[in-house]
């Protein structure tokens, strides 16, 4: 949208806002966001700004929350209007009786665009307001320029199927930004927009969206919980401030919420917790939150329980905030109206009087502030220490990492979402309350990347996609500085200058044109050729980053275990799937493409089958490739058993040019972890699961075979050495049994000679490459093979038939045995000294007990993961369909001689 059109509709904001607030501030903002204005507004009788012309659902329905925040500030029991549809007409009074009509009946609507200048006429009728009415929200929460303290990148983590997409469309719904809330099942959802995730009703790509909410941005990350795309949760929290963890309330803590709380734990990101589907029969928040602890080791902080459930209501409908001693109501279709009352005596109401004095007392054991306002203002009382200095308190242990907030909902019943909203922008931190990024310099050297809006410019692209339309969209976060439209900037990883075409703000598949992305926000390039995920950005003329390859740390790739042959339908074939190729490889950093030596195969790998899948149906779908895909393989690793030293000569024309180099590799294999420690002290560099060691001081040079000083080499030592670990990588990326990466070796690399003009950096790299092959075809090649960390949870009486079959034909190793729960006496004694929870027995739906009285098990395991193929199916046939299971892959394996030529044969066919 044109900025002259956004400054007409502003203007029109700011001049409807000034006539309906008077001077007596509340928090010296309006509750609407503007440019640069702010609006104060009546203490007794609160409104927002009285619009002359009918504006879309969003505006009105901001206008319709604004309020209700307003009474709620004011310590009014009022409710606002509930009902807003598309036409304003007038403020909204608290409490009134009278509800806006719709007088368009739910069609868009006609505008009265007379106060609009006579060019951007055009524009505003032209839009689409039942697909674009988001627009004029932007104009009022997204694209104006907050403050940084007023900003929060959160992300959405979880278990697959514990409720993110379904969280976050109710989110959009209640900020505004949707006119209907979006349902997986009925595969409209906004943030699950691409085909194949409606198809399977899963999260596949992470997806950005922006709204807001209480006055201030959110920039919200949904990513997926299924284990495939484990890649996208790791480069959303590199760029996240916080997140927030949804938990099953019937499941609990499951395998890859502990997979994606850890990686949270590695960028030390605070969070808030929210128990999802308490509704269902079978949940159970007490055993949830106690899980938070026994299973995540986190301090849960319990905020809100689950309020009291009638025998004629259907489900939950309530919770009890125990910080206000309210109880919140949803009595309405679409969740949008709280009630919010006292609470009152009763067994709910003594539950919440347990429930804020244990909250009180953990905040003292973490907080001194705290401590003294007990004492001092609150006289010992925990009933009368005030909310607004609980909250605080929340806040301040939540950013230090002490303890996470735990609320609890049912978001598919719009129950308890407007809460965990409130939660993020009450206890998660703004850019500004984060440590400085730590960027790293090519002498070794550290910097902090303080957040200045006015400093040099210091970004990060954590993802990249395609548009059809666009191009190359690369996702960033500005650490520090603005990146400008039209801007020319440059990538310290490539070493390369790339050109600004286009700055976007995203709303999953749509996008809004912005002029700039300022310090702490998250947007989107458009122009960039060369940049990946993990590139560090810097302005053009930033030369001292430049120089020094200033890198922020880059985002973890997990290494892939399955991988399939793609041939060409036809040789008019091969060029368009090669593009394709380069596309999804810039887009997943964790797919892997390579060419088999000897069959000639493109060989694509990836994290899991289903990951495979989707860049399947990507290829013949998306990109419209006309090929074949072979059969899903395991993607093997290779490493070596003895030791090996060659002394290489690559000697070779190429275009009727001579070019030359030797080197000498010494090569053996890493026995265990201990080895690998001792190496990595004596100062070798790590690669994967390899040692790497560069040796150039003993460089010399060769002229007619006759050996001069080193120095009159055009080569540099800081040239030669990049190419030696240039051919170092090469070397490690096959293997000599089937082209396998190589792992568990320790490699170093030395005498390095050079033959004048005949040498350059390329043949350094080659002569390095295949000398590490010859050693690794001398050091007794081997196999090895991924191995799975299993969890499987079954009944007592089943446990017998699993273990047999993970011990037996599967080729497992049993590892534990322990409770689905911990009830283990002394892990609960430690857990409940430690934390409160509400008890269960009122609120697990009638079957908590019988939950006990056929108490399910964990058996853990180490399999390899060729022997968890088709495992879903064994496992229903051995527990008569009530065992489930996840894994994780933890390392890779030996394998024993009969089974290493029996993959050999699979693979090669003879």
């Not at 099953?248 to 960028?267: K, L, M």
């Not at 960039?528 to 120089?547: C, E, W, Y």
């Not at 290489?648 to 294999?669: F, M, N, Q, T, W």
């Not at 000679?753 to 490459?769: K, R």
């Amino acid at each position: 949208m044109p900025n002259s059109l956004k400054e007409d509709l502003c203007k029109k904001t700011k001049d409807t806002c000034s006539k309906s607030c008077n001077n007596n501030p509340v928090d010296n903002q309006c509750d609407v966001p503007t440019l640069k204005w702010t609006c104060s507004c009546g203490d007794n009788k609160p409104s927002v700004p009285s619009y002359k012309f009918p504006i879309p659902f969003t505006m009105c329905n901001l206008d319709h929350q604004n309020c209700a925040t307003n009474c709620q500030h004011l310590g009014k029991q009022h409710n606002a209007d509930q009902v807003c549809r598309l036409q304003c007409d007038s403020s909204f009074p608290c409490n009134s009786e009278k509800a806006p009509v719709d007088k368009n009946n739910g069609a868009a609507p006609k505008l009265d665009i007379s106060h609009i200048s006579g060019k951007n006429q055009a524009t505003l009728l032209n839009l689409d307001w039942n697909v674009s009415s988001f627009f004029f929200f932007n104009i009022l929460n997204t694209l104006l320029d907050f403050t940084v303290a007023k900003t929060r990148n959160i992300g959405i983590i979880a278990h697959i199927d514990a409720g993110k997409t379904t969280t976050t469309e109710r989110m959009l719904h209640y900020a505004g930004v949707t006119r209907k809330i979006g349902d997986v099942d009925d595969g409209d959802t906004v943030m699950d927009y691409l085909q194949a995730e409606r198809d399977r009703g899963i999260t596949i790509n992470s997806a950005a969206i922006t709204f807001g909410w209480r006055g201030h941005r959110i920039n919200l990350i949904d990513t997926p919980g299924h284990v495939d795309f484990t890649i996208e949760v790791e480069r959303a929290v590199r760029v996240l401030d916080g997140a927030v963890t949804i938990l099953d309330g019937v499941a609990g803590v499951e395998a890859q919420t502990q997979t994606v709380w850890h990686q949270a734990d590695r960028y030390n990101v605070p969070r808030v917790a929210f128990v999802n589907k308490m509704d269902r029969v079978g949940a159970a928040f007490g055993r949830t939150v106690r899980e938070i602890r026994s299973k995540l080791g986190a301090r849960p902080l319990v905020v809100q329980i689950p309020g009291p459930m009638e025998e004629s209501s259907n489900g939950m409908t309530s919770v009890a905030d125990i910080v206000t001693m309210e109880l919140l109501e949803w009595d309405n279709a679409t969740g949008a109206t709280i009630k919010r009352t006292p609470l009152v005596e009763g067994p709910t109401f003594e539950e919440a009087v347990r429930g804020r004095t244990a909250l009180v007392e953990s905040l003292a054991e973490l907080d001194d502030t705290i401590v003294e306002l007990f004492f001092d203002q609150a006289e010992g009382d925990h009933m009368q220490v005030k909310a607004s200095d609980i909250k605080q308190a929340i806040r301040r242990v939540t950013l230090q990492g002490k303890a996470v907030p735990v609320l609890c909902g049912a978001a598919f019943k719009n129950i308890g979402v407007q809460p965990v909203m409130d939660a993020v922008i009450d206890y998660l931190p703004s850019p500004l309350d984060r440590p400085s990024a730590i960027a790293h310099h090519n002498n070794g050297k550290k910097t902090d990347i303080a957040l200045q809006e006015n400093g040099k410019l210091v970004a990060l692209a954590f993802k990249v996609t395609h548009d059809p339309r666009r191009g190359a969209l690369v996702y960033v976060r500005v650490y520090s500085g603005k990146l400008n439209d039209r801007s020319t900037i440059f990538n310290t990883t490539t070493n390369s200058k790339e050109r600004v075409n286009r700055l976007l703000q995203m709303y999953a598949k749509d996008v809004e044109e912005i002029p700039h992305i300022t310090a702490g926000n998250i947007g989107v390039i458009v122009g960039l050729r060369d940049t990946r995920t993990g590139d560090t950005l810097v302005q053009s003329n930033d030369s001292a980053s430049i120089k020094s390859k200033l890198q922020l740390g880059r985002i973890d790739i997990p290494s892939p275990v399955f991988f399939m042959a793609i041939e060409p339908a036809s040789a008019s074939e091969e060029k368009p799937i090669e593009e394709a190729l380069k596309k999804l490889l810039r887009e997943d950093p964790s797919l892997h493409v390579w060419t088999d030596s000897e069959s000639g195969q493109t060989l694509i790998s990836g994290m899991g089958e289903l990951h495979l899948e989707i860049v399947k149906d990507r290829l013949l779908n998306d990109f419209k490739c006309k090929a074949d895909m072979g059969k899903m393989r395991i993607s093997y690793r290779e490493t070596c058993q003895s030791e090996a030293v060659i002394n290489h000569v690559y000697d070779k024309e190429l275009l009727g040019k001579r070019v030359r180099a030797a080197c000498r590799i010494a090569l053996r294999p890493l026995a265990d972890d201990a080895d690998m420690e001792e190496a990595l002290d004596a100062g070798w560099d790590k690669e994967g699961g390899s040692l790497l060691q560069v040796d150039v001081d003993d460089m010399k040079e060769y002229t007619d075979d006759a050996e001069v000083a080193s120095s009159s080499s055009a080569i540099s030592q800081e040239e030669a050495q990049q190419a030696v670990k240039d051919g170092l990588l090469s070397g490690l990326s096959r293997g000599a049994l089937l082209s396998f990466p190589l792992t568990r070796v320790q490699i170093r690399a030395d005498k390095i000679q050079l033959f004048g003009a005949d040498t350059t950096p390329g043949s350094i790299a080659a002569c390095v490459s295949h000398a590490v092959f010859d050693a690794v075809k001398q050091a007794s090649p081997a196999l090895l093979e991924p191995m799975m960390e299993v969890h499987i949870e079954v009944a007592e009486d089943q446990i017998g038939s699993v273990v047999g079959d993970l011990s037996g034909t599967r080729r497992g190793h049993v590892i534990g045995l322990e409770s689905s729960s911990p009830e283990n006496q002394f892990v609960q004694q430690e857990v409940n000294s430690v934390i409160y929870a509400p008890p269960d027995s009122a609120m697990a739906g009638g079957v908590h007990h019988q939950e006990h009285a056929t108490q399910k098990r964990v058996i853990k395991a180490h399999v390899p993961l060729s022997s968890m193929i088709g495992y879903s199916s064994a496992l229903r046939s051995l527990t008569a369909g009530n065992g489930t299971f996840s894994m994780r892959i933890i390392g890779y394996g030996d394998m024993s001689q009969d089974r290493e030529r029996t993959v050999i044969k699979e693979i090669k066919g003879y």
